[in-house]
């Protein structure tokens, strides 16, 4: 199993990519799910449609450059991925991390059950009140 992935990415789902055909989690966020936390007045909205499209247009037109961690017991590739130069594969410096940038738009939350590393990214993005801490979808 690849350590890296790099090039252009594909969104089959909320929070996950597709690098060279490796399917990438990405750590330390969790796309909103169609239950309670996409509730508004007995309305389930189509938060994951939403989460998905958000993190596609995060992805556009970019080559990344994806970490990817393998945590016991766990099958799954866990990935943080960068914006990356398309003629090098080495990721831009000093740009927020794809994880960073799906969750400081409000379509996904931090979620810690590896690290702690978006939880910043969260709070401003909830202060800001835009994606899911939009005040309509809240409760």
């Excluded at 866990?78 to 738009?105: D, F, H, K, M, R």
Aim: proline fraction near 6%; include cysteine.
């Amino acid at each position: 199993m690849p350590e890296t992935a790099t090039g252009p990415a594909r969104v089959p789902w909320p929070g996950v990519v597709i690098v060279e055909n490796v399917w990438i989690h990405l750590d330390d966020l969790r796309a909103p799910r169609e239950n309670g936390d996409c509730r508004r007045f007995a309305i389930v909205f189509q938060c994951t449609t939403v989460s998905r499209g958000a993190l596609a247009e995060v992805v556009a037109g970019k080559h990344l450059n994806c970490t990817i961690t393998r945590y016991p017991n766990d099958v799954r590739n866990w990935g943080t991925c960068a914006e990356a130069n398309p003629s090098t594969g080495v990721a831009i410096p000093e740009t927020p991390t794809i994880n960073a940038q799906l969750v400081l738009v409000g379509w996904a939350y931090a979620y810690g059950l590896h690290t702690d590393a978006l939880v910043e990214e969260a709070a401003q993005a909830e202060a800001n009140g835009i994606g899911l801490w939009n005040a309509f979808m809240r409760t």
